[in-house]
């Protein structure tokens, strides 16, 4: 079942869905569809990391005996580098490829005063010994 909504949207949003819409072959509808999805997952997946980071439920923090706060540092850190990496919007792949191909270890992710500049440069190092390319 399909429904119809009406939305307000400024010129600046109109511009993006118009470079949205011609840059995916797709109507309006489609791409906000498409956007809402994408958001939605997004949103979904970073709130299961954190909770099996703070429940202990991850490898990280499952030795913890403070998971919830262990946790959060690393999740803080995570996203403070993946964003220092990737920009302001990092992905949920960006997000995995840290955790699992990098490992947390590789940049500390467990210090609560992490230097994040620090840490870009340990994965940056990382994933080229591994034979990527690199971000910095």
Not at 2 to 9: C, F, G, L
Request: charged residues 25%; negative net charge.
């Amino acid at each position: 079942m399909k429904h119809q909504i009406n939305i307000r949207a400024s010129d600046m949003t109109m511009r993006q869905l118009g470079a949205l819409t011609a840059q995916c072959g797709t109507s309006i509808t489609e791409t906000v569809s498409l956007a809402i999805d994408r958001m939605y997952r997004g949103e979904i997946k970073m709130d299961r990391i954190l909770h099996n980071l703070t429940s202990g439920a991850s490898y990280l923090t499952e030795s913890s005996e403070h998971p919830e706060v262990d946790g959060q540092i690393i999740y803080d850190n995570i996203m403070a580098v993946a964003t220092r990496l990737y920009g302001d919007e990092p992905t949920d792949a960006d997000i995995e490829y840290l955790i699992d191909r990098i490992g947390a270890g590789t940049f500390d992710a467990y210090t609560a005063d992490l230097d994040i500049e620090t840490a870009a440069i340990a994965i940056d190092k990382a994933a080229k010994t591994r034979g990527g390319t690199g971000w910095l």
